[in-house]
């Protein structure tokens, strides 16, 4: 069983104070090699637990911390990029079975640091290898660099599985099917051999995924199969000839006005800490933003009678401002809880704690209706208490409803809940409501 560990130099650089991170790579008691990884680190953030830097999870930065979760999230990158190559080129000198050089371990870690000095070396292109090159040359999100790392780690496990490594230039139809395959089994395949989880460890227990997060994987690996051809790295795309597929959503279920407000009326008065988290959710309702960019919301945000914010998850494709004006609910809310000595608009709590607390209250608000959802696994139709699972999102999916009910023009409330324009997101709305099957019918009297 192949182990790469990471721990942290007890010695300080004199000029940055920062600490070099140590590799050691451990293959049962045949091989066992150290070397340095030219990544350095505040000690202060090092976790010898998880063998990585932890982020601080600031709600609201200024520019000095914004700069360091930038660089401790680059750290973090730089290692998962580290020890993908080291498990690539283990596979590559034969998985265990031939001798290894004394110097292999700092050999490859001076590769990966130092690719042009090996530039004339390089003959094949790997998959795995093109996602640090798809990272590096594009200005992505970090939840798009967090997806693209877990699909990574994936593939490395699937090589370990076959045997076999994927490179670009050999790239096939079959092998996008078997890998996609085994992203659907995954969970299967690691209960029988568990060893799979040395190469690339998780965080989380590897679950059963649904056909969406699969065919979400496979985008991920289009992607970065489209950078490496538009780059020259090759000219082979396999995804000419493979069809991901489309995901599967059921229709949006969301809460009527009358629903929103009695749940803003409902007495908390003996559950004061329920009745903020209760009026932070009328509150999305109201502007329609992702939970991400509600927390972002600070006093600065509010503009001419409205809320104006570039939402987190586009910004980097358009930023194009978003604006809601605030109606009589909305502004008295904001008014409630205004506090100058807090930065952040509104008194959020954690997402986790958030969501908990919606279900909460839609309990004891007796907000308990049926819902037909879709099964993400077996992709029916089930019937669910809304209590169970009211969420953060159903908030935005209210608004959005809502207002489809009355206007109608997906491209006139995208410019309110930071859709874009002509989003597919649309299409699901326009079957969500009996009334306006109703108002279509008696159109024929």
């Known amino acids: 069983m192949a182990t790469l560990y990471y721990s942290l130099s007890k010695k300080a ?9 140590l590799t050691r790579f451990v293959v049962g ?51 998962q990029g580290l020890r993908a190559a080291v498990m690539e080129a ?11 050089p004394a110097d292999w371990l700092a050999s490859t870690v001076d590769r990966y640091n130092f690719p042009e000095k090996y530039e004339d070396l390089r003959r094949t292109v790997y998959l795995a290898d093109a996602f640090a090159d798809y990272l590096a040359g594009l200005q992505v999100s970090q939840q798009r660099k ?43 395949i690691i209960a029988q051999h568990p060893e799979l989880l040395a190469v690339c460890p998780e965080a989380r227990p590897v679950v059963k995924r649904s056909s969406n997060t699969v065919i979400d994987r496979m985008h991920i690996v289009r992607a970065v199969v489209s950078h490496a051809v538009k780059n020259g790295n090759t000219d082979n795309d396999p995804f000419l000839r493979f069809s991901i597929g489309a ?67 586009t910004k980097d494709e358009r930023g194009d401002i978003v604006r809601v004006p605030l109606n009589s609910i909305a502004a008295e809310i904001v008014e409630r809880y205004a506090d100058p ?12 704690k958030y969501n908990d607390a919606i279900k909460e209250v839609f309990t004891m608000a007796g907000l308990t209706r049926p819902v037909t959802i879709l099964d993400p696994m077996t992709r029916k139709e089930v019937q669910r208490p809304l209590n169970e699972i009211a969420s953060s999102h159903l908030a935005r999916r209210t608004f959005v409803g809502n207002l489809y009910k009355q206007v109608k023009d997906p491209n006139l409330i995208a410019k309110l809940s930071g859709h874009c324009e002509g989003s597919r997101a649309f299409a699901r709305y326009r079957d969500i409501d009996e009334d306006m099957r109703r108002e279509l019918v008696d159109m024929l009297v």
């Open 146 to 188: 967090r997806m693209a790392a877990t699909v990574q780690r994936c593939l490395l496990r699937y090589e370990a599985f076959t045997g076999s490594r994927l490179q670009l230039d050999t790239l096939t139809p079959d092998d996008l099917r078997a890998f996609d395959a085994y992203l659907r089994s995954e969970n299967e």
């Open 341 to 352: 000595n807090r930065a952040a608009l509104l008194p959020f709590v954690s997402c986790q």
């Open 13 to 21: 650089d004199k000029g940055t104070g920062l600490h070099e991170i």
């Open 29 to 79: 008691s045949r091989i066992n090699q150290r070397a340095k990884t030219n990544v350095y680190a505040p000690a202060e953030y090092w976790n010898a637990d998880t063998q990585a830097v932890k982020v601080p999870g600031w709600r609201l930065m200024n520019e000095e911390q914004r700069r360091l979760v930038e660089s401790l999230n680059e750290i973090n990158t730089r290692l």
């Open 90 to 100: 283990f596979l590559q000198a034969g998985a265990g079975k031939k001798a290894l």
């Open 247 to 313: 995901p599967v959503y059921g229709t949006p279920y969301y809460i009527t006005v009358e629903e929103r407000n009695a749940l803003y009326r409902f007495d908390l008065s003996k559950r004061p800490g329920l009745a903020v988290q209760r009026d932070i959710f009328v509150f999305q309702c109201l502007i329609g933003c992702r939970v991400s960019d509600l927390l972002k919301l600070t006093r600065e945000n509010l503009v001419a009678g409205g809320v104006e914010y570039v939402p987190s998850k």
